[in-house]
C-alpha cells in the first residue's frame, strides 16, 4: 500500500478508472486516513481544476499533461447516541 504522496499539506492520489472524483476522495479517506467517508462532507460545487504540460519523465522527448482536481471537505461532528 503506497500512501498518497503530499504535496503543499494536500493529499494526492491518481484516480482509478472505475471512479470518479469523489470516488477517489473516499477511497483516500478510508484506505489512507481511516476515516469513515461518511463523516465527511465535500463540497461539490467548489471543485478547482487546473491542467499542468510538463516533459515525460519516463519518456524524453514527449510531454505530459497532468490534469489535477482540489477538493475541498469538512469533518461532521459525530452524533452521540442517547442512552
Known amino acids: 500500500?503506497?500512501?498518497?504522496?503530499?504535496?503543499?499539506?494536500?493529499?494526492?492520489?491518481?484516480?482509478?478508472?472505475?471512479?470518479n472524483q469523489f470516488g477517489t476522495?473516499?477511497?483516500?479517506?478510508?484506505?489512507?486516513?481511516?476515516?469513515d467517508d461518511d463523516m465527511v462532507r465535500l463540497d461539490a460545487r467548489?471543485?478547482?481544476y487546473c491542467e499542468e504540460e510538463l516533459p515525460s519523465p519516463a519518456f524524453p522527448g514527449l510531454r505530459t499533461v497532468y490534469r489535477?482536481?482540489?477538493?475541498?471537505?469538512?469533518?461532521?461532528?459525530r452524533e452521540r447516541a442517547n442512552s
Not at 68 to 77: E, F, P
Open 46 to 48: 467548489n471543485v478547482k
Open 25 to 35: 476522495v473516499r477511497r483516500i479517506l478510508r484506505k489512507y486516513l481511516h476515516i
Open 1 to 19: 500500500m503506497v500512501p498518497p504522496r503530499s504535496l503543499t499539506g494536500c493529499l494526492v492520489q491518481k484516480k482509478r478508472p472505475d471512479e
Open 68 to 77: 489535477k482536481r482540489i477538493i475541498s471537505g469538512v469533518l461532521a461532528r
